[in-house]
């Protein structure tokens, strides 16, 4: 019986210690899906900002991308929550069966133990036992022994109340998660409603856009020619501010600017309190025309009306300009700077030393643009242009 005993307990714990695993995988899980749920739910205000009427813009099909894109995102990861609670309920299920078949073997020794003892002091008291004895010495082995028989006794009601208590938690576990499975069950349903709500949009909105393709497509040159523009202004700035940068040693406050700014790598605040990448770096399809190349020189930022830029790290405005109608500011953070343009007001100057998240300026709204509100944000360093993306906390 105390082999069969060790074996279960030697079990049980292998049975504890896979249960962390699972729990932690749903728990990351259900955490990844709010966050998903958070940015669709912020997408759909931006969504709601945009010109009350049914046209398509080009606008509204990056957002309702974005929307999709999540969306399918958030319904793999319901899938994936839904697949680690079935596993963790036939764990817990395995547990709990484990517990009980130990719970039956610890109360039959029990009842087997009582009964022993009922016999046994029918045919003798334990005083006649002890007072029985031949010498001093029985006498005390046997008073030793009714003491350990008394104290096992008490160890057998100890295990059978712990485990009864372990088999209560396990069916509470069980509970929750099948309460959890059915609430992912259920957004899991809607969200599927809403990605094919949201995919028949996205198709009628291509077939709209593509009948003004020409009238697109010139509005896309317009855009491109103040892109370029803006892109040369930064550049020729970042090249003069670089030249003679290197014309005179670091300091020491720059050096450590500079050092904080590069350990914080993939880990810098968003230059905004919330908002989607709307145009990612580098070469790529446009999403109306794919056989059109966008080659951003940074990322697009796009958020809600009213929005504030922010620093991303502390260090020192170098320049504040206008191109085509919006300001952009310049931060030097050593030998970094990050560039934050399309701001339709400055909180800034020239000259003044920042901190992280403060906020720099309004990031402009285009009325004209189905209220689109975007910010332009690049990274260099020196005079080499580096990925946003890779900067900016995930």
Known sequence: ???????????????????????????????????????????????????????????????????????????????????????????????????????????ADYAEMVRQTHYARMQQSPLLFLLSSDSFQQLARRARYLQEFAHYRQEQVRRIENIQAEIAIQNELLQTNKTDKQTALNTRKKEQE????DERKQKNMLSQLKTKEKDLKKKLQQQEKKVNELNKKIDDIIRKQAEQSSKTQMTKEQQLLAGGFAANKGRLPWPVEKGMISGHYGKQQHPVYPQVLVDNKGIYIQ????????????????????????????????????????????????????????????????????????????????????????????
């Not at 809403?194 to 709500?197: K, W």
């Not at 990050?338 to 030393?353: A, E, I, P, R």
Request: glycine share 4%; aromatic share 6%.
């Open 1 to 107: 019986m105390a082999l069969k005993r060790y074996i279960f307990i030697l079990c049980l714990c292998t049975l504890y210690i896979v249960p962390c695993v699972s729990a932690d995988s749903v728990k990351d899980l259900q955490n990844k899906q709010k966050k998903l749920q958070q940015e669709i739910e912020q997408t759909n205000q931006m969504l709601k900002e945009t010109k009350r009427n049914e046209s398509a813009t080009m606008n509204k099909l990056q957002l309702l991308n974005q929307n999709i894109k999540n969306q399918r995102k958030l319904i793999k990861t319901l899938d994936g929550e839904i697949t680690a609670l079935d596993k963790e309920m036939k764990r817990l299920n395995l547990t709990r069966d484990s517990l009980q078949r130990l719970l039956d073997a610890y109360k």
């Open 194 to 197: 809403n990605l094919q709500r």
């Open 303 to 394: 958020t809600t009306a009213g929005s504030k830029a922010r620093a991303v790290y502390k260090g020192e405005v170098t320049s504040c300009f206008m191109v085509g109608g919006t300001y952009a500011v310049i931060i030097q953070h050593g030998n970094y700077r990050t560039v934050y343009s399309n701001l339709s007001k400055l909180s800034v100057k020239q000259g003044d030393v920042v901190e992280t998240k403060q906020t720099i300026g309004t990031i402009f709204t285009d009325a004209e643009e189905d209220q689109k509100t975007e910010l332009y944000f690049q990274v260099f360093q020196d005079r080499d242009m580096q990925n946003p993306e890779l900067w900016i906390a995930r």
